[in-house]
T-cell receptor
């Protein structure tokens, strides 16, 4: 069975500081990994994905994520946070050999303080 | 493309009433998903379709919930009878398999309140 954990319900960071939102996953096969962002009263928006190759993936709005196979992690990062980055962030996994079953984590609320 | 379109955006109804939520996926997408989001349970997959055929409905809570996809451009999620615990935001998403890691595109959601 696939699962995703986001160990922090809430992350607070000062504007201009680097941010990290953590994600660990469990799949039986090889994963596709995703990050989505949700702003208030909106649907989820795609940020970035890991398929294969380079472990550092760059995405929208200056976000990047690092895939670590040995730690089964896919942490989201940004070098310098903006107040407008404040939102709910979801990590998701799909097992390459298990159809289109996307499994989402519980979400982490990011607050960037001015 | 206008993206995934859901209606209504907000629905307030009384317990026992029938609720129908609608979704129009992105043209050309052959997978359609229904998710439910609540504070307590997060984002839950209810059901997904491939080429209008239900593939996995194991997340559908109970017989009060039903979903259909009569054609490639329309799907409904029906709750009958509705209960207060069904209050949630319901999201529709679509994708096409293509090559590599396909991405889900979500609609704006339908916020359901059952009184």
């Amino acid at each position: 069975a696939q699962s995703v954990a986001q160990p922090e319900d809430q992350v607070n960071v000062a504007e201009g500081n680097p941010l990290t939102v953590k994600c660990t996953y469990s799949v039986s096969g090889n994963p596709y990994l995703f990050w989505y962002v949700q702003y208030p009263n909106r649907g989820l928006q795609f940020l970035l994905k890991y398929i294969t190759g380079d472990n550092l993936v760059k995405g929208s709005y200056g976000f990047e994520a690092e895939f670590n196979k040995s730690q089964t992690s896919f942490h989201l990062k940004k070098p310098s946070a903006l107040v407008s980055d404040s939102a709910l962030y979801f990590c998701a996994v799909r097992d390459r050999n298990y159809g289109q079953n996307f499994v989402f984590g519980p979400g982490t609320r990011l607050s960037v303080l001015p | 493309d206008a993206g995934v379109i859901q209606s209504p955006r907000h629905e307030v109804t009384e317990m026992g009433q029938e609720v129908t939520l609608r979704c129009k996926p992105i043209s050309g997408h052959d997978y359609l998903f229904w998710y439910r989001q609540t504070m307590m349970r997060g984002l839950e997959l209810l059901i997904y379709f491939n080429n209008n055929v239900p593939i996995d409905d194991s997340g559908m809570p109970e017989d009060r919930f039903s979903a259909k996809m009569p054609n490639a451009s329309f799907s409904t999620l029906k709750i009958q009878p509705s209960e207060p615990r069904d209050s949630a935001v319901y999201f529709c998403a679509s994708t096409t398999q293509g090559t590599g890691a396909n991405v889900l595109t979500f609609g704006a959601g339908s916020r359901l309140t059952v009184l």
